[in-house]
């Protein structure tokens, strides 16, 4: 038998695996039942035996015990489940149905898989990516990626449309969870833009809805409700299932129910449904507002809407995407399957890629994904003015993925016993801790000590699945630290609503902030530059540090001496306006002069898009800098010469490379790591 690898969608209420075939064109498997998709539904039988998929779910109704279902919302939870007098987490049944669908594509391909793409919603957070692969290799597969489900979507539209190039919004409304995305699509590249999504929002949630309606529509009438009879419940699931996909084609739909010897019709309108399920419909809306307000796109700039998931086939999805953009939702892809297609086609790109025969692969369109994070990753810090702890955020949210960034952590070791470096991870926007998701705590062993301080560089990464790894270094020996070990089980971090106990290295921080304003700072770097200064002084410790802001374009002005406010930082950033050249030797003059003056540590913080106008003159006034002891951090962001502010950087890990869009993330970081020096915790 041939190996072969294939896409799954491990959908939420139904799922389906996909493969490249010989002629390069992604199909969907059918199952035993020669269905294309098979119900996320499992039955523990007193025998013993485990039934999957359309056996399993003709048994659903409220009194069977016995029954797993919608198990995909729990996943990255502690939840633990019992059948049949046995425990199950949702790992354990996610393998179960992994494990079917892998059996049943085998054998209607007559071939082994061992290898899978698996798509998750793009909303789910790091633990939930991290039980998905654990439930595939428990069901005997390599994951070689786990892919975004609204990202798989847009890679199936894309290869099924070569040489086009579109902004793209995917609407991803599955059976329990909701994703939006906004994606460009070129011959060579799909790129996402942003996301976002709640993955305990899906069909089931309008089935919820009609369920209850017509339960207490018949209990008002004949006094007895459904819900509490299992068969007539059972029945009504069923029913209303139809009843729904009824009420896309048609107005209004008659069900029938059946409970304790009463029959009855009742009759539902498509106005009464969408009357019953406006708010539901009002959450995506949000949610899509708030997709183009990060990424700041307008809905004139969308080409396509692609509708994804079988509940978008109701009327009511297409009304509101027509509403919003004024255009019809392309409805080129079926719902059901292009996840699977799109999760195939990136595993035949996996393993060309590995293999070396990219252009071997067969796949007409997309080569390249680039995929974003759903949600920022931050660490517990204390904040600037040492009054609380908050969420220090290292990788925001819509950062590309595969990415990485690092932040230093200074300590006190003792030579007498085992050191230890701990991080609190979390995922989330919120600045308080507990309204964040707590990824856990991660354990570094072994960490050396020296006399004074031992300074430890955290490497934080999200990898090609999402997936957050973390590792750090001993920035004096360049050594890795042994560990972490994870400890994220229940962990109480209630402890951050607590006011920290500090020790403070009294020493003064005086801070130039030294911004590039020449002509090539134009549209949205200038303005992510003076965002970037107030989110330093935000992030710096206003009692014991002080700010001063020094521009250079064709010439050099010092715009602010030393300031402790935000609104007096906030009044010069406002005059910032673009002039010619980079002058930049000029303005490190300034600022050095400056902190020339004053005793204390003395910091430069210089942000350019280019090179200096006189490098001789710019590295020279950098060596007076040096001699001074004037510290010198660089930010390059698109053309700047990296190379150039490696020199002038008085350390490598004072170097600092950008995004226009990410200037200010970076300015805060580097504004954490100067608190962060000159803190002293006491435990």
């Not at 690898?5 to 139904?14: E, H, K, Q, S």
């Not at 902004?167 to 060579?188: A, C, K, R, W």
């Not at 790129?191 to 009609?210: A, E, F």
């Not at 955290?458 to 890795?480: L, M, T």
């Amino acid at each position: 038998m041939t190996e072969l690898v294939v896409g799954i969608d491990l959908g939420t209420t139904n799922s389906a695996v996909a493969y490249v075939n010989e002629r390069g064109i992604p199909e969907v498997i059918r199952n035993s039942f020669g269905e294309p998709i098979t119900p996320s539904v499992i039955l523990f039988t007193k025998s013993g035996e485990i039934l999957i998929g359309k056996e399993a779910k003709q048994s659903i109704s409220l009194d069977n015990k016995d029954i797993a279902w919608f198990f995909k919302r729990d996943m990255g939870t502690d939840l633990v489940v019992s059948f049949q007098d046995k425990e199950y987490t949702p790992v354990d049944l996610s393998s179960f149905l992994l494990h079917k669908l892998k059996e049943e594509a085998e054998t209607t391909l007559g071939c082994t898989i061992q290898k899978a793409v698996i798509s998750v919603p793009a909303y789910f957070e790091n633990r939930a990516r991290e039980d998905t692969k654990k439930a595939a290799e428990q069901a005997g597969l390599e994951v070689l990626n786990i892919i975004n489900e609204p990202t798989a979507a847009a890679l199936a539209y894309g290869a099924g449309n070569p040489g086009r190039k579109e902004t793209v919004l995917v609407y991803d409304l599955g059976g329990g969870t909701f994703d939006i995305s906004l994606v460009e699509i070129d011959p060579l590249v799909l790129r996402v833009i942003g996301t976002d999504g709640n993955h305990n929002l899906g069909g089931k949630d309008w089935d919820d809805r009609l369920v209850n309606h017509v339960c207490e529509v018949f209990e008002r009438r004949h006094g007895v409700d459904p819900r509490e009879e299992g068969y007539s419940f059972q029945e009504i699931l069923h029913s209303v299932e139809n009843l729904k996909k009824g009420l896309s084609a048609r107005e209004k739909v008659s069900i029938q129910i059946r409970c304790s010897g009463i029959s009855d019709t009742i009759e539902v309108t498509r106005i009464l449904f969408e009357d019953l399920t406006k708010d539901l419909l009002g959450q995506t809306e949000i949610l899509i507002q708030k997709v183009l307000e990060d990424t700041g796109y307008r809905f004139e700039q969308i080409s396509q809407v692609l509708m994804v998931g079988g509940s978008t086939r109701m009327p009511m999805c297409k009304s509101l995407i027509r509403r919003l953009t004024g255009k019809e939702s392309n409805q080129t892809l079926n719902p059901d399957e292009c996840v699977a297609l799109g999760a195939a086609i990136q595993a035949k790109l996996e393993i060309s890629r590995r293999e070396n025969s990219l252009n071997g692969s067969g796949i007409a369109g997309l080569m390249k994904i680039q995929d974003v994070t759903a949600h920022s990753l931050g660490m517990v810090v204390i904040s600037a003015d040492g009054k609380r702890y908050e969420n220090a955020i290292i990788l925001a949210k819509n950062s590309p993925i595969p990415s990485e960034d690092s932040q230093i952590k200074v300590m006190r070791t003792s030579p007498r016993k085992e050191n230890q470096l701990e991080v609190y991870l979390l995922q989330g926007e919120s600045q308080r801790p507990l309204d964040t998701s707590i990824l856990g705590k991660y354990t570094f062993h072994e960490v050396p000590h020296y006399s004074g301080e031992t300074r430890i560089s955290i490497i934080f990464r999200y990898d090609p699945s999402g997936i957050v790894q973390i590792e750090a270094f001993d920035e004096q020996s360049g050594a890795k630290l042994k560990g972490p070990s994870i400890e994220n089980r229940s962990l109480d971090i209630s402890w951050t609503d607590k006011e920290p106990e500090l020790l403070y290295d009294l020493e003064e921080t005086f801070i130039v902030l030294c911004i590039d304003v020449s002509g090539s700072m134009h549209g949205k770097k200038l303005d992510e530059a003076k965002a970037g200064a107030l989110n330093f002084m935000r992030n710096v410790d206003p009692e014991y540090t002080s700010v001063g802001l020094v521009s250079f374009g064709s010439n050099a002005k010092r715009r602010m001496s030393f300031t402790r406010s935000i609104k007096d930082m906030q009044q010069v950033v406002k005059s910032l306006s673009l002039e010619g050249s980079t002058a930049m030797g000029e303005g490190l003059k300034l600022a050095c002069d400056d902190l020339k003056q004053v005793n204390g540590r003395r910091v430069i913080v210089l942000l350019t898009d280019g090179s200096p106008d006189d490098e001789d003159e710019t590295l020279s006034v950098a060596k007076e800098c040096r001699m001074n002891q004037i510290e010198i951090f660089t930010i390059g962001t698109d053309d700047a010469d990296l190379v150039f502010l490696k020199q002038l950087a008085t350390s490598d890990s004072n170097q600092f490379t950008t995004s226009a869009r990410d200037i200010g993330v970076v300015f805060g970081k580097i504004a954490r790591n100067l608190n962060e020096e000159r803190m002293r915790i006491r435990k």
